[in-house]
């Protein structure tokens, strides 16, 4: 019996130095993830050089911290399937698909109690597993690619939310999970969202690298074919890598619910796109040292050519997993061949310290940079600074910010018109930021990122009752002082002021212009907006209750989801499905805006439209004759008494709890002695 012998390495074990031999600091060092780290340390060391005190502070790292949660547990899920060679576009349609039903089952248990919370967690896991199974199921299975599988199940997932809810957002969400887990903090410090993802990350990291399930999830990625012929599994195995993926984001999808208090369902459909930039880069690629310079790196992909795993530990992982001393025991023993000598070659080596200098070169360059950039910086403020103190004879000058509820509405670009008036006038700095879409997820990173800067107040037209409730609220924990504008919260205990038109008056006072308007019998409808704004809903609920007062057949509400094109839409289809309709009621000008264009595109005369707002397109439209009638808000009244407001209480004195403004009816017969009540498209 011949004895056996040893196999003849080839190039590329002959050319790598054995890694595993190496100091752990050393690995850390010339990793693949070195030069991004250096980069990540970069960045923040401009922007503490750039504004120390507004980006190195502890609240600012919180909020940082707790926008990455939730993409923290997507990608911890989605990295297994990225290692396996694999991808999966349906993780933000899982996400909003798991809310949406997690919302649902707590809101069917009722009450406010640890158990309804488990089962609203249960449940998210529960629909995430779902998802996630079929797509392993249908790419090992029915051997479809995995981006036409997620492409396709992320269609399923988002269109079977938008089916359950009508598409409008679920917000009966259990306030317990809003105080608990979505702001509370431990020791009023660290948010608990934090450590839960935190604790994902680490737990499914542990797995990752020190079970046999990491390490055939990393085999798999490397050579699918050679892992399936040593005896694994490869479907049951790729099967439970995307369950996983499925499960984490269903698992963040309760996460967002607790964060926001409703499901976000335009904010996370894309989240995907977004959680790809979290996934750790040394998952992605393998690298390969040989002589040919065009095979240098290749990216993993199943059914490529057979390519070495990077880490040489895991040297018997096609077998049944590593056992340090141990045979295989699924295997009969085999004679360990000799080990060769390596003859290390000088080339990686220096490729290594190239990379390290070109890291620590980048480091200085952007060290360079910065302080180039602080040094400028530091004559204009001192110059700034100088001039504002005089301007305000030795009081101490304020600054707030003014968070729209959307930046390029005519009403909120009049609003601030008013406030920067009145906060020039007072002496103070104003500033104005808002989100591009009316959304509660699109509002807080703006929310977020002010209370960095740390003014001394913010004046804010809250998009969701409930959703902003944390954000908001957050601020005032920090001593800023908050006066809700337009728009208010369903708790807005934090707030020194409201100031709002009286949307229920101007609701009713819509409903006696527009039964006016028809002859005081017919069939009318409203073209709302979105539920959960507390404007929009009083208008909906005074111009209802008029309305029926009045006699009028009231038909209902749909939502537009402030969408001009989508109010076209809604009034084409309510003309179809009730050809003899008299009136529209549109609850703001986006609304008014799309009522009157589903008018035109359909050729429908005969339907008398009253809008609230008074932009510069619905004036034109009520001057054509395609509105009947306007409610003209006084927008600029609202800034200008936010701004009072809030100087009076950072001054000590005292404010008003409550102030609601007027409105104006605009008809074609009195527009031309109104034109202050038409809004400014700029200041």
């Known amino acids: 019996m011949t004895a056996p012998t040893a196999p003849v390495p080839d190039e590329d074990v002959l050319d790598a130095p054995d890694e595993a031999s190496q100091p752990v600091w050393k690995q850390l060092l ?11 340390a970069g960045m923040i060391l401009v922007f503490s050089l750039l504004s120390f005190e507004q980006f190195l502070t502890v609240s600012n790292g919180r909020n940082i911290a707790t926008d990455a949660a939730v993409l923290l547990v997507v990608a911890t899920g989605l990295t297994y399937v990225v290692i396996t060679a694999g991808i999966d576009l349906s993780v933000g349609s899982v996400l909003v698909f798991s809310s949406v039903v997690s919302a649902r089952m707590m809101n069917a248990v009722g009450g406010e109690s640890w158990g309804v919370l488990i089962i609203g967690a249960l449940t998210a896991i529960a629909a995430g597993f779902a998802w996630g199974s079929l797509n392993g199921f249908l790419v090992t299975k029915a051997k479809i690619p995995a981006f036409i599988v997620t492409l396709g199940t992320l269609g399923m997932a988002l269109g079977a939310a938008l089916l ?44 990752l690298q020190g079970t046999r399930f990491g390490r ?80 240098r790196r290749r990216r993993l992909h199943p059914r490529r050519a057979p390519q070495r795993l990077r880490d040489r530990r895991c040297a018997a992982v096609l077998a049944a997993g590593r056992r340090r001393g141990c045979a295989d025991r699924r295997r009969l023993r085999r004679p360990t061949p000799p080990r060769p000598v390596r003859a290390v070659t000088v080339k990686p080596l220096l490729e290594e310290r190239s990379m390290q200098r070109k890291g620590w070169a980048l480091i200085g360059c952007l060290l360079v940079g910065s302080l180039g950039v602080v040094a400028c910086g530091s ?76 003014p001394d107040a913010i004046l804010i037209a809250p998009t969701d009752a409930k959703a902003m409730y944390a954000p908001i609220k957050q601020a005032a924990d920090q001593g800023i002082k908050i006066v809700l504008v337009d728009t208010t919260l369903e708790q807005a205990d934090m707030a020194v002021s409201q100031i709002a038109s009286d949307n229920i008056g101007g609701g009713k006072a819509a409903a006696k212009a527009l039964a006016e308007e028809i002859g005081g019998s017919g069939k009318v409808f409203v073209n709302n907006t979105k539920p959960g704004i507390s404007t929009t809903d009083q208008r909906a609920q005074g111009f209802e209750e008029e309305a029926k007062n009045l ?72 001057e054509e004759g395609l509105l009947q009638a306007l409610v003209a808000q006084q927008p600029a009244d609202i800034g200008a008494q936010g701004v009072q407001q809030a100087l009076a209480a950072l001054k000590g004195e005292p404010t008003k709890a409550k102030i609601g403004t007027g409105s104006t009816i605009l008809t074609q017969d009195n527009l031309a002695d109104n034109q202050d009540a038409v809004y400014k498209s700029s200041c």
């Open 30 to 40: 010339t990793g693949s993830s070195t030069s991004i780290l250096f980069v990540l």
């Open 379 to 454: 004559d204009d403020e001192g110059g700034g600074g100088s001039s504002g103190s005089s301007g305000a004879s030795g009081d101490k000058q304020y600054t707030m910010t003014l968070i729209a509820g959307v930046k390029g509405d005519e009403f909120y670009i009049t609003m601030n018109c008013g406030a920067q008036a009145e906060a020039k006038k007072q002496g103070v700095t104003l500033d104005f930021q808002g989100p591009d879409q009316f959304d509660a997820s699109l509002q807080t990173p703006i929310v977020n990122g002010v209370i960095a800067k740390k």
């Open 551 to 622: 006699g009028l057949e009231y038909l209902g509400q749909e939502y537009n989801q402030d969408q001009p094109d989508k109010a076209a839409a809604i009034t084409k289809g309510i003309i179809a499905k009730h050809p003899d309709l008299k009136g529209i009621f549109a609850t703001n000008l986006f609304g008014a805006e799309g009522a009157a264009a589903g008018l035109r595109e359909s050729g429908t005369t005969g339907v008398k439209i009253v809008g609230f707002d008074a932009g510069p397109k619905q004036v034109k439209d009520l």
């Open 216 to 295: 055939y999830t990393y085999a798999i990625g490397s050579n699918e074919e050679g892992v399936r012929r040593a005896g694994v599994n490869v479907d049951r195995h790729l099967i439970k890598v995307y369950a996983l993926g499925g499960t984490l984001a269903g698992f963040a999808g309760f996460l967002a619910l607790a964060r926001f208090g409703t499901t976000s369902i335009a904010g996370n459909t894309t989240l995907n796109l977004d959680d790809r930039g979290h996934r750790d880069r040394r998952h992605e690629l393998v690298r390969r040292r040989r002589h040919d310079r065009r095979h």
């Open 164 to 207: 359950i809810t009508g598409g409008v957002d679920e917000r009966n969400v259990p306030f317990k999970l809003v105080e608990t887990i979505g702001t509370g903090r431990l020791f009023d410090q660290i948010p608990y969202l934090v450590l839960i993802a935190a604790a994902v990350a680490l737990i499914f990291g542990v797995i």
